[in-house]
């Protein structure tokens, strides 16, 4: 069938390019990378309280006359400062409490292995693979993996008897503490809180708008409003964390909501001028009345940080305005109006889902929904959590996924380094397998960026230190000043650029090591040259076994519809024949389902570092992963309800709706695959939810939970369809095929 909420798109959709944009050029795009600096990852507050953080056990340690002992402290400090940030108090903590505990234990494992070269050459290769496995779980996970191992290998470098390591780990994980403690005491900040104020202003224009008669000669309704909301969830960049995701969600769902408004203004008014006695154009009048209050409350949650009480009232006398509409109209003769009344029902029962996935994200995001979100997240079985560590890390263990083989170069680059700096041994040669770990990601511009701008800003702190040296006074006072200064230069401004992160921890390194009483000149030079010869490596490493996004994002998204779809068709099976837990089939399609997602996911990172990548592709592209999201927490769901519901005959009208939602996943594929699919094929899924929540006894707990869940699954879908078909035309445009789709 034809959408009508087709013609909204076009009324809202920027004019066709004449002809697509010339790409600015590879080396062109490369150097613009090399050289980006991104202010929006400056934060003074957080680099402060860190630098704080280094800061204080320097100057206890020489107050003790414990100067080796503060240098321990302050690098355990400094390396849990790379898992500070601005998220809330509690999941901030512990992120901050795990990484204190790993980095203890890693230099606890590295000082007893330093004296056996196998031991440690075994250990740094698996502690390595487990790093590069950390990337499915995301970027603070990844991170994490990094640090720690770094760590290991620092401490690999210089053994210590067992009651030393002890002691070290001890005071390692001291300076953890402290940074941990610094960070939940001092400056709260809101990190998210420029995008819940640019989608509460969105959503209370668009309210604002949905109780004013539409005018032909103006803009369509919160046009700038828009813009300035997209603008600033693009700044999400490619965070993947569960607030990220869920604010790109709300982004994409009030982008539909604006459609369905103007779609039902313009449907209203053609209501008006055909017979403005007719009882519909009362009705619709009043639906968009309430629409509005769905849009100030959904607007207002965001703002106070509190849920909307009254929301779900609201968005019920919606649904029975809808009902009331159909009920009038349903059997009217075959005239121009009727077929208006029935367009406006098309888009009354999609604004109706659209307003109810809104109400749930705003609620979701306020510091109650997100406490009872992860309870009930915590209360799932551990292969039932969207978010579950183990669940992730065991789905992508094969080949097949982009984070196992980025594990399995690490790990073998890592070693290989090891075995280098233990067989041909010389001065400081650790630095050259930490170089391979901080240079080696799973993106080519990264790595290749990150090995270019470690070598070089290595050289440049190197010869900055230099100059420092030699002429200022070698005093404590003046070291551990430099110290403090360099430590607020890296966490401060060294997020935005990696180049000024290379040259401020170069400085910061010999700083550090001359505080023991070992001299910078020996370290200087010996680190330049194992940095460089690391450099190398990592970039050898990643040419040997690339991996290219640009051609594969499109099969990675068709990947992940498949096997979504090949786990909603086990759920649904599952369903139908009564069965009220896990099977072996279910299994194996929720463990593809959530590689291909992590796969997607490593992905799009890599696509956002490659040259040429537009932030409008990643915002696109963003906004269909978190689609995509939502429509696999609906299945979740229902995985989680076959455990805890009674088994009850499945409805008729659910087969229908399984097979639509299979067939849209399915066409959405094939379109990605380049077949040329027609909007005309896709099935009416809204439609086949409305008939589903009709039939059976709602009162039964598994068919409310089905009837709830659907609502979700048809949101989540109708959005991705848009998003894909969108997808779609964009890659045809950029190879110049214009041909209909």
């Not at 590879?26 to 860190?50: G, M, Q």
């Not at 620092?154 to 402290?178: E, K, R, V």
């Not at 051609?551 to 009220?580: C, N, P």
Request: hydrophobic share 50%; net charge positive; aromatic share 8%.
């Amino acid at each position: 069938m034809a959408f009508p909420s087709q013609d909204a798109a076009t009324l809202l959709a920027p004019p066709p390019s004449a002809a697509p944009v010339a790409h600015e050029g590879a080396a062109r795009a490369f150097w613009r990378v090399l050289t980006r600096f991104d202010s929006s990852k400056l934060s003074p507050y957080l680099a402060l309280r860190n630098s704080i953080g280094v800061l204080l056990p320097l100057v206890a340690g020489f107050a003790l006359d414990m100067p080796r002992g503060g240098v321990v402290v302050a690098s355990g400090a400094l390396n849990v400062a790379y898992s500070d940030g601005s998220d809330p108090y509690a999941r901030r903590a512990k992120r901050m409490l795990s990484s204190s505990v790993l980095c203890a234990l890693a230099v606890l494992l590295g000082a007893l292995s330093g004296s056996h070269n196998a031991a440690a050459v075994i250990i740094a290769t698996l502690w390595a693979f487990a790093a590069g496995m950390f990337v499915a779980a995301g970027t603070t996970a990844a991170d994490l993996g990094v640090i720690s191992l770094v760590t290991l290998l620092i401490y690999a470098a210089q053994p210590l008897t067992t009651h030393q390591a002890l002691i070290s780990s001890a005071l390692a994980l001291g300076g953890g503490l402290l940074q941990t403690a610094l960070s939940v005491a001092l400056w709260p900040m809101k990190r998210y809180e420029p995008v819940r104020r640019a989608l509460a202003t969105f959503l209370l224009e668009l309210a604002r708008a949905a109780g004013q008669p539409l005018s032909a000669t103006s803009a369509p309704p919160a046009t700038s409003h828009s813009a300035q909301a997209q603008e600033t969830v693009s700044g999400l960049g490619s965070e993947t964390d569960i607030e990220a995701v869920r604010y790109r969600a709300l982004f994409s769902q009030t982008e539909r909501i604006r459609l369905s408004l103007l779609m039902l203004s313009r449907l209203h008014l053609r209501m008006k001028r055909e017979n403005l006695a007719h009882s519909g154009v009362q009705i619709l009048g009043d639906y968009l009345k309430k629409a509005a209050q769905a849009l100030q409350a959904i607007g207002n949650c965001l703002i106070s940080g509190t849920p909307a009480e009254a929301g779900k009232e609201i968005v019920a006398a919606c649904e029975a305005y809808t009902l009331l509409l159909r009920q009038e109209t349903e059997s009217m003769p075959p005239t121009f109006l009727a077929a208006v009344a029935k367009d406006a029902r098309f888009q009354m029962d999609a604004l109706n889902g659209q307003l109810r996935a809104a109400l749930e994200l705003a609620a979701n995001a306020t510091p109650t929904g997100q406490v009872e979100f992860a309870k009930q997240e915590a209360q799932q079985p551990w292969w039932l959590r969207f978010s579950g560590l183990m669940a992730t890390l065991r789905a992508n263990l094969n080949l097949q996924s982009s984070v196992f083989r980025h594990a399995v170069r690490l790990a073998t680059m890592v070693a290989l380094g090891n075995i280098l700096e233990r067989f041909f041994y010389w001065h400081r040669s650790y630095w050259l397998p930490m170089t391979i770990v901080l240079v080696l990601k799973p993106e080519f511009t990264t790595t290749f960026t990150r090995g270019l701008l470690r070598i070089g800003g290595t050289i440049v702190g190197l010869f900055l230190a230099t100059a420092l040296v030699r002429f200022l006074p070698e005093t404590v006072t003046i070291h551990i000043a430099l110290l403090f200064a360099f430590t607020l230069l890296l966490r401060w401004v060294g997020p935005a650029n990696y180049g000024i992160f290379a040259v401020a921890i170069s400085a910061l390194v010999v700083f550090l090591i001359a505080i023991t009483g070992v001299s910078p000149k020996e370290v200087i030079w010996a680190r330049g040259i194992n940095t460089a010869a690391g450099g190398a490596l990592a970039l050898l490493g990643y040419w040997i076994w690339p991996t290219w996004e640009r051609t594969q994002v499109s099969e990675r998204i068709a990947e992940m519809l498949d096997a979504y779809g090949e786990y909603f068709h086990s759920l649904a099976e599952s369903y139908v024949r009564k069965e009220g837990g896990s099977t072996g089939e279910l299994d194996r399609a929720r463990l593809n389902a959530r590689m291909a997602r992590t796969n997607l996911e490593a992905s799009i990172n890599r696509l956002g570092a490659e040259p040429g990548t537009t932030a409008e592709q990643m915002s696109q592209l963003n906004a269909l992963l978190a689609s995509s999201h939502r429509f696999v927490h609906a299945l979740m769901a229902l995985d989680a309800g076959w455990l805890h519901t009674a088994a009850v005959p499945a409805r008729t009208a659910f087969h229908r709706f399984a097979a639509d939602v299979e067939k849209t996943l399915t066409l959405l594929a094939a379109a990605l695959r380049g077949a040329h699919v027609q909007l005309s094929e896709f099935p009416d899924l809204r439609e086949d939810h409305h008939v589903l929540v009709r039939s059976g006894d709602q009162k039964i707990e598994r068919y409310a939970l089905v009837n709830v869940e659907a609502d979700r699954i048809v949101n989540s879908v109708n959005t991705l369809r848009e998003q894909v078909m969108q997808h779609v035309h964009a890659e045809r445009a950029a190879r110049g095929d214009y041909s209909s789709s």
